[in-house]
């Protein structure tokens, strides 16, 4: 992957254009089964400081 288009670089931006604080470090819940087979949902998490309204196109 591309470390310019990651997952994580997406997260800063939306944080960043909201104004708040934010770790540079992410962690991921796996809430099911991922395997060849199955994509079970997955959360992707960032801490932050303050309030943030979610984009479109992201789940809250």
Same mark, same amino acid.
Request: glycine content about 10%; hydrophobic content about 40%.
């Given at each position: &992957?591309? #470390?310019?288009? *990651? /997952?994580?670089? *997406?997260? &800063? ?6 104004? @708040? #604080?934010? *770790?540079?470090?992410?962690?991921? $819940?796996? +809430?099911? &089964?991922?395997? +060849?087979? *199955?994509?079970? /949902? $997955? +959360?992707?998490? &960032?801490?932050? +400081?303050?309030?943030?309204? @979610? /984009? ?5």
């Amino acid at each position: &992957m591309d #470390r310019a288009n *990651s /997952p994580t670089d *997406s997260f &800063m931006a939306v944080l960043d254009q909201a104004g @708040v #604080r934010h *770790s540079t470090h992410c962690f991921v $819940v796996y +809430e099911g &089964m991922v395997d +060849e087979d *199955s994509d079970g /949902p $997955v +959360e992707v998490c &960032m801490a932050f +400081e303050g309030e943030v309204d @979610v /984009p479109n196109g992201v789940a809250g």
